[in-house]
């Protein structure tokens, strides 16, 4: 039998980080002495402290880790690698689309263009969103990893056989932009059928009347559209009622560069 400070060694990981292992069930001690409390942990366990740091060093998150553990389940961990394979795809389809932005923005200062550049007028309008069925997420993430609650949300919708019906919904509910701790909704509208009535993750939103506008662009660059919103909103006499809200009309995926990328913001209004 080894002891947490032991076993803290072998397994490279913080002997807090055990007893969080401990306390969500991933990896229990072998054994408790009851007069002290000290912790022990088997030979066995050896192996299973080793496996999951392999496994976190493939960015498998804690709890996809105790299910392939609980299940001993070959399919299920090929399964999740498979998705790490793509989410890697993805990453180096993106760093490559940003090494292209990067170089063309190179090219427009060298050839005399100007540091901060800005597009032409943008076109903001009131528009009533109709209600919609979605499937939804709600969830407190870095930003960054968005495209992950976006793809959990379409295996729901899959593995349930209802249908996608319109583009990806981003609602934001922080009052001010936090990056690392960014509080969203994700919603991807669906076709309505019977199966998805009573379940817990569709609902009917109804945003309402909304200032809405079409920007083509790189996502870092969206606040000119939020920014543009907010103004037409003040002067046409219009307050903020829920969440703002992004609709992606398009994908990484789909275009050849994040200058292609088509957002529509949308934030739901009611005159002052």
């Known amino acids: 039998m080894y002891s947490i400070g032991e076993f803290s060694k072998i ?101 005399g263009g100007k540091i901060m550049s800005q597009k032409s007028k943008l076109f903001v309008e009131a528009k009533e969103y109709n209600p919609v069925v979605v499937v939804s997420k709600k969830a407190v993430i870095n930003i960054s990893e968005v495209s992950n609650v976006i793809g959990s949300l379409y295996e729901e919708i899959y593995k349930n056989g209802w249908k996608p019906k319109g583009p990806v919904m981003t609602f934001y509910f922080d009052k001010e932009f936090d990056h690392e701790h960014a509080n969203i909704e994700v919603c991807i509208p669906i076709e309505e059928c019977e199966n998805a009535r009573n379940h817990e993750s569709v609902k009917l939103i109804q945003p309402g009347m909304c200032a809405t506008c079409m920007y083509t662009g790189t996502y870092s660059k969206l606040g000119e559209a939020y920014a543009a919103v907010l103004k037409w909103m003040e002067e046409h006499g219009y307050e903020g009622t829920s969440a703002p809200f992004d609709c992606y009309m398009n994908s990484p995926q789909e275009v050849n560069g994040p200058e292609e990328l088509i957002t529509k913001v949308c934030f739901p209004m009611k005159k002052k």
């Open 11 to 111: 397994g490279s990981v913080s002997t807090k980080t055990l007893r969080y292992y401990d306390e969500i069930g991933l990896l229990c001690p072998a054994h408790v002495n009851e007069e002290n409390h000290y912790r022990y942990y088997s030979q066995e366990q050896v192996y299973i402290i080793l496996l999951i740091g392999e496994l976190k060093s493939y960015n498998l998150r804690l709890e996809q880790i105790k299910m392939i553990l609980d299940s001993n389940d070959k399919q299920l961990l090929i399964h999740f690698l498979e998705q790490q394979i793509q989410e890697l795809d993805n990453q180096m389809i993106e760093h490559t689309r940003l090494k292209k932005s990067i170089q063309k923005k190179m090219q427009q200062i060298q050839s």
